[in-house]
T-cell receptor, first 111, second 114 residues
Framework: GENVEQHPSTLSVQEGDSAVIKCTYS??????FPWYKQELGKRPQLIID?????GEKKDQRIAVTLNKTAKHFSLHITETQPEDSAVYFC??????????FGKGNQVVVIP | NAGVTQTPKFQVLKTGQSMTLQCAQDMNHEYMSWYRQDPGMGLRLIHYSVGAGITDQGEVPNGYNVSRSTTEDFPLRLLSAAPSQTSVYFC?????????????FGSGTRLTVV
């Protein structure tokens, strides 16, 4: 099955700086890559997603890039704010239609 | 439109007890699933359903049963609770199994087995 890995496991950034989280996946048939944000004690919420026919997608301060050849995709957060502090999960949807999640990245924005 | 509703929010069970975690969605979503979240392990798929009457196992199905008699409801049953089942459980749904849509998660059930 699909295996998704996230790096780094924890990321600390100064408020206003950018944060980048990278995920790698194993199944070349994967065609859908969502990112979820989970604040402490809350449910995961979809923040952005990208399909395999697109290389980059932006939504205000967040963007996702996809490199199908290298089988990795990244979440970019610009002008980070304290409310960006959370755990971020990447996921990949493989040929079996199941969504496989990474283990999550803790992002800490330091005021 | 309530989205995905899970009950209860918290539960403490004794080893060997059984219980059912409830999940209901009012979005007419085709796909429903159950995940467990443990520290450092991410979200692991327990069982899923692609429509009423259809269920299948995920990566960690042992000790759990599911059924999908209606589009709206997807309960998760713990047959004989074990301390290893202490976890946070999330129900998630999506508009379609075959088309790429994001998941909507419920608020979770924090289960402790003593």
């Amino acid at each position: 099955g699909e295996n998704v890995e996230q790096h780094p496991s924890t990321l600390s950034v100064q408020e206003g700086d950018s944060a980048v989280i990278k995920c790698t996946y194993s199944d070349s048939a994967s065609n859908y890559f969502p990112w979820y944000k989970q604040e402490l004690g809350k449910r995961p919420q979809l923040i952005i997603d990208i399909r395999s026919n697109v290389g980059e997608k932006k939504d205000q301060r967040i963007a996702v890039t996809l490199n199908k050849t290298a089988k990795h995709f990244s979440l970019h957060i610009t002008e980070t704010q304290p409310e960006d502090s959370a755990v971020y999960f990447c996921a990949a949807r493989a040929g079996n239609n199941r969504l496989a999640f990474g283990k999550g990245n803790q992002v800490v924005v330091i005021p | 439109n309530a989205g995905v509703t899970q009950t209860p929010k918290f539960q403490v069970l004794k080893t060997g007890q059984s219980m059912t975690l409830q999940c209901a969605q009012d979005m007419n979503h085709e796909y429903m699933s159950w995940y467990r979240q443990d520290p450092g392990m991410g979200l692991r798929l327990i069982h899923y359903s692609v429509g009423a009457g259809i269920t299948d196992q995920g990566e960690v199905p042992n000790g759990y049963n599911v059924s999908r008699s209606t589009t709206e409801d997807f309960p998760l049953r713990l047959l004989s609770a074990a301390p290893s089942q202490t976890s946070v459980y999330f129900c998630a749904s999506s508009y379609s199994w075959s088309v790429n849509y994001g998941y909507t998660f419920g608020s979770g059930t924090r289960l402790t087995v003593v």
